[in-house]
Antibody, heavy 118, light 108 residues
């Protein structure tokens, strides 16, 4: 069965970076796109960007350009999202989400809580 | 970037009520709109795609309509399991996506 298993919770200091992983199983990793979405505590969903695991091509929300990097390692069917220069308002649950194409998002990771605090 | 404005941001309703949630796009997006439901502590679940097509397995009391810049999600008879937060998602500028701000449906 399709599973997206994300890395565990992180606590970071302001100014640091965080790298969240999303390991896919149960399907051909390179056959589906992957989005990253975050949700601050008690807030709504915010789209961060997209990666094509086959080509490695990326597309980021304008807000995150210059400080988010999405990569993948096809040998281990894992996508990564790295966010740099963390601030307290980056405290959120970060999700990966599989896309069959055309924003047909059908599976989500369980979420990774990133807490930014001094 | 395309902005999506959802209204209301929160509402109280009773079981059996008809509920309508609106989403407005800052520019025309044809029918490239989906609706998601999220319950506390859970991941979002897609209900509607292409503005008005019901996702397989979703109860028929959910329906979507609209095109261009104005869209509606309707729950014809609210059930206890429908109390949740609902989000619209535009994908006209795919792979760029934009979520609406969300509508929390609470029990009156």
């Amino acid at each position: 069965q399709v599973q997206l298993v994300q890395s565990g919770a992180e606590v970071k200091k302001p100014g640091a970076s965080v790298k969240v992983s999303c390991k896919a199983s149960g399907y051909t990793f390179t056959g589906y796109y992957m989005h990253w979405v975050r949700q601050a505590p008690g807030q709504g969903l915010e789209w961060m960007g997209w990666i094509n695991p086959n080509s490695g091509g990326t597309n980021y929300a304008q807000k995150f350009q210059g400080w988010v990097t999405m990569t993948r390692d096809t040998s281990i069917s894992t996508a990564y999202m790295e966010l740099s220069r963390l601030r307290s308002d980056d405290t959120a649950v970060y999700y990966c989400a599989r896309d069959r194409g055309g924003a047909e998002i059908d599976y989500w990771g369980q979420g990774t809580l990133v807490t930014v605090s001094s | 970037d395309i902005q999506m404005t959802q209204s209301p941001s929160a509402m109280s309703a009773s079981v059996g009520d008809r509920v309508t949630i609106t989403c407005r796009a800052s520019q025309g997006i044809s029918n490239y709109l989906a609706w998601f439901q999220q319950k506390p502590g859970k991941v979002p679940k897609r209900l509607i795609y292409a503005a008005s097509s019901l996702q397989s397995g979703v109860p028929s009391r959910f329906s979507g309509s609209g095109s261009g810049t104005e869209f509606t999600l309707t729950i014809s008879s609210l059930q206890p399991e429908d109390f949740a937060t609902y989000y619209c998602l535009q994908h006209n500028s795919y792979p760029q996506l934009t979520f609406g701000g969300g509508t929390k449906v609470e029990i009156k």
